[in-house]
Structure formats: structure tokens, C-alpha cells
């Protein structure tokens, strides 16, 4: 009982912060968590830590948790490992390609731009990050899977922070660009274009903005 409320508290908080419905710098109160979810403080304390390893909340001694806000140095490094890790995913994944790997994609890829052009905020920002993690996923390399959700959890904070413009679109039509060019076992291209895709996302970000603010209750009753 106590394992299953704690892990419907991170996913529940985990989805709001990459949804962008707690913002960088909310603040995380254990009793407003507790009396939200109807559980301890003792749970809420280790469904914070737990997220506290994913560096996507921040532990202060005697004053709390609080929704993590990534530097710009961190934000840097974010991508140039995420640049690292999956121009060699590609790679790896051309030499491995199906014609069933491609349709899972395409497929992917659909339902992106249906959420995009429905303006479905959260859920083209799930889907536009999970494209990632399901070409590992596909891949059969649950490592590496969790690796990316993990990295794709925190550029989604450094994108709400940081992003200038609305890039969903543009991001979209580059995956099917990518998945054209793994479905033709172009192996140059294919890797050409993520490391592109990702320089865009990066390229796209305003290091001078200002931070937003939200609020905790109206965050997890959305």
C-alpha cells in the first residue's frame, strides 16, 4: 500500500513538472501534498526523495522541497548528453530497423501532430519527448529508455524556463523527417538530422528569461 501511494505521488508530481504545470521554483509543502493525496507526510517525504534523485525536485535543508530550476550550464550539459547518447541511438537504430519498428513510429508521429494541431499543450510535450525514449524502447534497450525519460524530464523543465517560441510543430515535422530517413536505412542522414533536431530544440532557448510561477493546488488538480 504505502510503495503503490508514493509511486502514484511521483507520477502524479512527475507529470505535472513535465507538463509544465509546477513550475521551476514552486514550492512543494509535505502537508498540502498530504492532505491532496490523502496519505502521511512520511510518504509524501519518500515520494519526494525519490524525485529528488531524478533531479527533478531540489531537498533544501529547513526549508523544504521545491520544483528544480535548472541552471543555463546545466541546461547546456542536458543536451550536449542527450546529443551524444542519441546520435548513437540512431545509429544503432538504423542497423536494427523493421518494417514494424517504423510503423510503431509513424504511428507516434501521428499522434503528435494531432495533438499539436488540437493545441493539446500536455500532451504534445509528452509525446514530443516519448519519441525518444520509444525509438530505445523499440530498440529493446531498457537502459538506455529510462536514461533519455530521465533527461527528457529535465529538458522539459529547461524548455519551460528557457524556451522563446512555440517550437512543437517544428519539432514534429523533424521526427517524421527522422523516421523517413531510418525507414530508408539512411544511416548519414538519419543521424544528421537528430543531431540537428536537438541542436534546433537547444538553439531555440532564451537564456535571459524570466521565470514563471504557478501554484501547487491548482497545479495538481488540473
Known amino acids: 500500500m504505502e510503495t ?12 505535472a513538472i513535465v507538463e509544465h504545470r509546477l513550475h521551476p521554483g514552486t514550492k512543494l509543502a509535505e502537508q498540502k501534498l498530504a492532505d491532496h493525496f490523502g496519505v502521511s507526510r512520511t510518504l509524501v517525504r519518500q515520494a519526494l526523495f525519490q524525485l529528488s534523485q531524478n533531479r527533478l525536485i531540489r531537498l533544501e535543508p529547513a526549508r523544504g522541497a521545491f520544483v528544480a530550476a535548472p541552471s543555463v550550464d546545466e541546461a547546456r550539459q542536458v543536451f ?34 494531432q495533438a499539436v494541431a488540437s493545441q ?47 517550437a512543437a510543430e517544428h519539432s514534429n515535422e523533424e521526427h517524421a523527417d527522422i523516421v523517413k530517413a531510418l ?13 540537428e533536431h ?11 528569461r524570466k521565470l514563471p510561477t504557478n501554484d501547487l493546488s491548482l497545479a495538481l488538480s488540473t
Open 183 to 195: 525507414a530508408a536505412k539512411d544511416e548519414t542522414l538519419a543521424v544528421r538530422l537528430m543531431d
Open 120 to 166: 493539446d499543450v500536455s500532451g504534445r510535450t509528452e509525446l514530443l519527448g516519448d519519441f525518444h525514449v520509444r525509438m530505445a524502447e523499440l530498440m529493446g534497450n531498457q537502459v538506455l529508455a529510462e536514461l533519455l525519460s530521465e533527461l527528457i524530464s529535465r529538458c522539459a523543465l529547461i524548455t519551460l524556463m528557457y524556451q522563446s517560441t512555440n
Open 198 to 208: 536537438l541542436l534546433h530544440v537547444e538553439e531555440g532557448l532564451t537564456f535571459d
Open 4 to 15: 503503490s501511494s508514493t509511486h502514484q505521488i511521483v507520477e502524479s508530481l512527475t507529470r
Open 80 to 113: 550536449a548528453v542527450r546529443r551524444m547518447l542519441e546520435v548513437e541511438m540512431t545509429r544503432a537504430f538504423v542497423r536494427q530497423v523493421t518494417p514494424t519498428k517504423i510503423k510503431a513510429l509513424r504511428e507516434h508521429v501521428a499522434q503528435e501532430k
